[in-house]
Structures are given as structure tokens and as C-alpha cells.
């Protein structure tokens, strides 16, 4: 193994990440943009907050495959995504504690499901941007 190839892999691994999160999290955002009407009941979550969340999780999808495509992989924007991912984690548990909406059985399985889908993405992040 060359120091190149000892270089790349942390990055390599980085980048995957971030592209899967990006993917993941453009997913969810079109479904909840295209779909709203028929997830507001089963979720319990009204379909205009699922459109804005929808809007605003598909240009931070955006923002992830950006970070993604450069040729270096900026440690600074990485280090955002984390943070961003963390908030959103500990915003949904909030959410869910706090009976933020009218959430159902299924929309609060969900909201903690998605958190910690999120907080696994912030700590694989975060494990591929600090491995040597």
C-alpha cells in the first residue's frame, strides 16, 4: 500500500458517506415534497410543514453532494454537516418529547427512527473525517 492509497481511504470513506446521506436525505425531502397529502394523516404532521421540510431537505441534500463532489473533501464543511446532522437529531427527539404536532404512533416511530438514521450519518461523519 502506497502513502496515497493510505491518504485516499479516510476520504474515500468521507466522501461515501456524505453522498449516502445526500441520497437518503434528497429521498426523504421528495417524499415529503410530493407526498404530503397522503402522509399528513399517517404521520400526523400537517402536509404544508411536510412541504417545507421536504423544500428545505432537498437543497440540503443538495448542499451534501456539493461538499461531496469537490476534488478535496473541506474538513470546515464536513464539520457542518455533522452539526447540522446533530441538530436535526436532537430536534426530532425535542420534537417528539416536547408533542410537537399531533404525531401518530407511525409519525413518532418515524421522527425517532429518521433521528437516529441522521445521528448515525453525523457519527460515521465524523469517524471518517478524523481516522489518520
Do not use: H, K
Request: glycine content about 12%.
Amino acid at each position: 500500500m502506497t502513502s496515497t492509497t493510505a491518504t485516499r481511504r479516510p476520504l474515500d470513506l468521507l466522501r461515501l458517506v456524505l453522498r449516502l446521506d445526500a441520497a437518503v436525505t434528497g429521498a426523504n425531502g421528495a417524499a415529503y415534497l410530493l407526498a404530503a397529502p397522503l402522509l399528513d394523516d399517517l404521520l400526523g404532521v400537517p402536509s404544508g410543514a411536510l412541504r417545507g421540510l421536504g423544500a428545505f431537505l432537498l437543497v440540503y441534500a443538495g448542499g451534501l453532494a456539493l461538499v461531496a463532489a469537490r476534488p478535496v473533501v473541506s474538513p470546515v464543511a464536513t464539520e457542518a454537516v455533522i452539526g447540522a446532522n446533530v441538530l436535526w437529531a436532537v430536534g426530532s427527539v425535542a420534537l417528539v418529547v416536547a408533542g410537537g404536532f399531533a404525531l401518530t404512533g407511525v409519525g413518532t416511530a418515524w421522527v425517532l427512527l429518521q433521528a437516529a438514521v441522521v445521528a448515525g450519518f453525523a457519527a460515521l461523519q465524523l469517524t471518517a473525517l478524523r481516522r489518520p
